[in-house]
């Protein structure tokens, strides 16, 4: 069988799923965390060789599921493990994860700071932090930070309106900086050991690619939406425009809100 799996520490163990992609990376990121109990983060997209690897690692010591977000490739894998070792999910639904995602019952919704009992004297802290989605929660067990889609290694999130919230997202990564964290574990690719460094580059990172924003704004508004993408995204490569359009709406939103631009229905224009 070829399990891909890694140990992270201790009592933290990767398992890969086989959905690698342009929006998953090397694929769904899954953790099993704890030792004489086990609970999951993130069982992944609903893969049945997937499931049948966290049962085996598992073998009888899964308590408990929890989910970082409802988006296709965190959360359908709750739905089957959940059912068959009869465990509850740990996870949060909003009325507009609702509106975009497949349904998924959660046991025990979290809020921000529960406090959830891993094993013996373990206990893994909720973290709620919108932006790339709505529902979307970071959890943070003995200095190791499971971030979902809030924080991917290798590549950049998506903030696709109206769920995702730029400014959201950027409040939500500085949030982070307000807890203890060692290690960063992000829901695709590998661990991250500067954690407080790479938030700093992240925002740095979308405050820059919104002047870029500005700029071309200044230059060439009125512009729809279409026209500013290869513009602003000029040094990215072009099959991946479609994707960075979500992202562009976001930040154009967010300009909206700090009233530095305004719509149409059609064109945006920078105010002057
Ligand atoms: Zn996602």
Known sequence: MDMR?????ENIQRLTANNGGVFTGPGTNTYLVGNDELTIIDPGPNLSEHIDDI?????????????????QDHSPGA???????NIPIYGCIT???????LPIKIDHMVEHQSFIFS???DEIVSIHTPGHASNHFCYLFNGY??????IMQGSTVVIAPPDGNMSDYLDSLKLIKDFHVETILPGHGDPIDEPYDEIDAIIE???????????????CHPIDIDSLVPKVYDDVNALLHPIAKFSLEAHLIRLIENNLATFDGQKYSLVE
């Open 145 to 150: 930070l499971f971030t979902g889609d809030h």
């Open 5 to 9: 799996i890694t140990r992270i520490s």
């Open 95 to 101: 009325e507009s994860s609702q509106l975009r995602d």
């Open 205 to 219: 990172h979308r405050l820059k690619r919104e002047m870029k924003v500005i700029h071309q704004l200044e230059d």
């Open 55 to 71: 049962l085996e690692i598992g073998s009888g010591r899964i308590t408990k599921i929890l989910i970082t977000h409802t988006h």
């Open 119 to 121: 094993s013996d004297h």
């Open 79 to 85: 739905k089957s493990l959940s059912k068959r070792l």
